[in-house]
DNA sequence: TCCAATGCCTAGAATATCTACTCATTGAAA
DNA sequence: TTTCAATGAGTAGATATTCTAGGCATTGGA
């Protein structure tokens, strides 16, 4: 039984989500959308993924939440990044470029 | 209260320490020092984190070990790739590479 | 004699993520 | 007119990863 499966996230789930609300803010389906086209279709967010981490970062105070109209005419809980939502992206997405230096200085150690 | 906790591995673990015994057979506690040498630090696992994950990945089978005497001789568990575990370092690299450009191309979009 | 370094290990908790659902509305195609 | 895809939000439960915080034993040097 051969293990096929591929680990997408690696964590950066938060990452995503805060800089696709920090371009403007969306509502869940649309985050999903958005970080699909984006990555030409590298992430694709299941809601079972998405909802909870967005509830999460609501709770967690880095993303607010409010119910407006959508394109589409339909209700939808729109997201906007919180100051701490935006210092937070801002540290986070820091680290992730220390975390891929380091991780390329290991692959690529010849010895 | 603020959440300083860094989240280092994001899941590369496996393939870090992979890549390590790639080079040559090592002892768990000589990929613990070599991880820390090649990423300037960045990475210093704990032994709790390293063990299990040297454990998971010998039953599955991408590791084996043997006892030797180590450089200062003592006895010391050494862990060498097996085929399968060579292919799997080959593929998590893929992946790995994929993935980082993926998120790249969320993280550098203007809009 | 005592401590730091070497070396291996486990238990338990916290988190993140995935699978697999539920529920409701709308619009267009059959 | 029924049916299906798209839009939109959500939960429950399982699994895997990682961390904290310990334990144990040996060695060499201060």
Known sequence: MVDDRIELLKGTLDMLIL???????????????????????????????????????????????KWYESETGREAKFYALTRKGRRHLEAEMYNWQ??????????????
């Open 19 to 65: 800089k696709a609300v920090a371009m403007q803010p969306m509502h869940g389906y649309a985050i999903a959308l958005r970080l699909g086209q984006l990555s030409r279709d590298f992430f694709q967010l299941q809601q079972g993924t998405l909802y909870p981490a967005l509830h999460r970062l609501e709770d967690r105070g880095l993303l607010r939440s």
């Open 98 to 111: 220390r975390m891929i230096k380091a991780v390329a200085l290991v692959l690529r150690a010849a010895d």
